[in-house]
Protein backbone atom coordinates (compact mmCIF):
# COMPACT_ATOMS: atom_id res chain seq x y z
CA UNK A 1 0.00 0.00 0.00
CA UNK A 2 1.01 3.40 -0.76
CA UNK A 3 2.69 5.47 1.87
CA UNK A 4 -0.10 8.63 1.32
CA UNK A 5 -2.75 5.29 2.20
CA UNK A 6 -1.63 5.54 5.49
CA UNK A 7 -1.87 7.47 8.66
CA UNK A 8 1.17 7.71 10.57
CA UNK A 9 0.89 10.97 13.17
CA UNK A 10 -0.91 10.65 16.51
CA UNK A 11 -2.71 13.83 16.03
CA UNK A 12 -4.28 12.16 12.89
CA UNK A 13 -5.12 9.06 15.02
CA UNK A 14 -6.56 11.71 17.60
CA UNK A 15 -8.77 13.21 15.11
CA UNK A 16 -10.34 9.89 14.21
CA UNK A 17 -10.97 9.09 17.99
CA UNK A 18 -12.30 12.32 19.07
CA UNK A 19 -14.53 13.29 15.45
CA UNK A 20 -14.46 10.24 14.32
CA UNK A 21 -17.82 7.77 14.19
CA UNK A 22 -16.92 4.19 16.34
CA UNK A 23 -18.37 0.97 15.16
CA UNK A 24 -17.61 -2.20 16.56
CA UNK A 25 -18.26 -6.20 15.68
CA UNK A 26 -16.89 -9.03 17.84
CA UNK A 27 -13.33 -8.62 16.37
CA UNK A 28 -12.81 -5.15 15.73
CA UNK A 29 -13.38 -1.77 16.54
CA UNK A 30 -13.47 0.80 13.70
CA UNK A 31 -13.12 4.70 13.99
CA UNK A 32 -14.32 6.45 10.41
CA UNK A 33 -13.83 9.96 9.71
CA UNK A 34 -14.60 12.18 6.82
CA UNK A 35 -11.23 13.97 5.36
CA UNK A 36 -10.33 16.29 2.95
CA UNK A 37 -8.53 14.04 0.43
CA UNK A 38 -9.06 12.81 -2.61
CA UNK A 39 -8.29 9.11 -1.49
CA UNK A 40 -8.74 7.08 1.82
CA UNK A 41 -5.88 6.55 4.71
CA UNK A 42 -5.85 3.95 7.05
CA UNK A 43 -4.53 2.95 10.50
CA UNK A 44 -4.13 -0.08 12.38
CA UNK A 45 -3.45 -0.16 16.30
CA UNK A 46 -2.87 -3.71 18.16
CA UNK A 47 -2.51 -3.06 21.32
CA UNK A 48 0.40 -5.06 23.48
CA UNK A 49 -2.73 -7.04 25.03
CA UNK A 50 -2.76 -9.04 22.05
CA UNK A 51 0.98 -10.54 22.36
CA UNK A 52 4.23 -10.08 21.92
CA UNK A 53 5.34 -8.41 19.00
CA UNK A 54 5.79 -11.07 16.64
CA UNK A 55 1.96 -12.15 16.81
CA UNK A 56 1.02 -7.94 16.83
CA UNK A 57 3.01 -7.46 13.39
CA UNK A 58 1.52 -10.51 12.00
CA UNK A 59 -1.94 -8.92 12.48
CA UNK A 60 -0.99 -5.66 11.13
CA UNK A 61 0.17 -7.42 7.49
CA UNK A 62 -2.89 -9.40 7.38
CA UNK A 63 -5.30 -6.24 7.89
CA UNK A 64 -3.12 -3.76 5.92
CA UNK A 65 -3.27 -6.90 2.98
CA UNK A 66 -7.13 -7.08 3.41
CA UNK A 67 -7.13 -3.06 3.32
CA UNK A 68 -5.27 -3.51 0.45
CA UNK A 69 -7.83 -5.96 -1.68
CA UNK A 70 -10.24 -3.81 -0.61
CA UNK A 71 -8.98 -0.21 -1.40
CA UNK A 72 -10.59 -0.24 -4.75
CA UNK A 73 -14.39 -0.88 -3.12
CA UNK A 74 -13.81 1.75 -0.36
CA UNK A 75 -15.61 5.32 -0.82
CA UNK A 76 -12.70 8.22 -1.03
CA UNK A 77 -11.97 10.83 1.13
CA UNK A 78 -11.93 8.56 5.05
CA UNK A 79 -9.72 8.17 7.59
CA UNK A 80 -10.24 4.53 8.55
CA UNK A 81 -8.63 3.32 11.90
CA UNK A 82 -8.97 -0.57 12.85
CA UNK A 83 -8.10 -1.51 16.11
CA UNK A 84 -8.35 -5.31 16.59
CA UNK A 85 -9.59 -7.34 19.46
CA UNK A 86 -8.03 -10.34 21.57
CA UNK A 87 -9.96 -13.41 19.39
CA UNK A 88 -8.26 -12.12 16.33
CA UNK A 89 -5.14 -13.73 17.11
CA UNK A 90 -7.02 -16.95 16.51
CA UNK A 91 -8.59 -16.29 13.26
CA UNK A 92 -7.93 -17.42 9.71
CA UNK A 93 -7.26 -14.74 6.84
CA UNK A 94 -10.15 -15.50 5.42
CA UNK A 95 -12.20 -14.99 9.05
CA UNK A 96 -10.62 -11.76 9.17
CA UNK A 97 -11.50 -11.00 5.86
CA UNK A 98 -15.42 -11.71 6.52
CA UNK A 99 -15.23 -9.37 9.57
CA UNK A 100 -13.24 -6.37 8.52
CA UNK A 101 -15.89 -6.30 5.24
CA UNK A 102 -18.49 -6.66 8.13
CA UNK A 103 -17.40 -3.87 9.59
CA UNK A 104 -16.99 -1.61 6.64
CA UNK A 105 -20.45 -2.66 5.88
CA UNK A 106 -22.15 -0.85 9.38
CA UNK A 107 -20.19 1.61 8.65
CA UNK A 108 -21.09 2.31 5.20
CA UNK A 109 -18.18 2.82 3.44
CA UNK A 110 -18.18 -0.16 0.97
CA UNK A 111 -19.18 0.87 -3.16
CA UNK A 112 -21.11 -2.51 -3.30
Known amino acids: MEKKHRIRRSTEFKKAY ?4 NYWNRNFTLYVKKNDLNYTRFGIVVTKKLGKA ?3 NKIKRRVREINKELLSYI ?6 VLIP ?6 LSFEELKKSV ?4 NL ?3 LKR
Open 54 to 56: VVR
Open 107 to 109: AGI
Open 85 to 90: KKNTVD
Open 101 to 104: EHIY
Open 75 to 80: HEGYDI
Open 18 to 21: SRGK
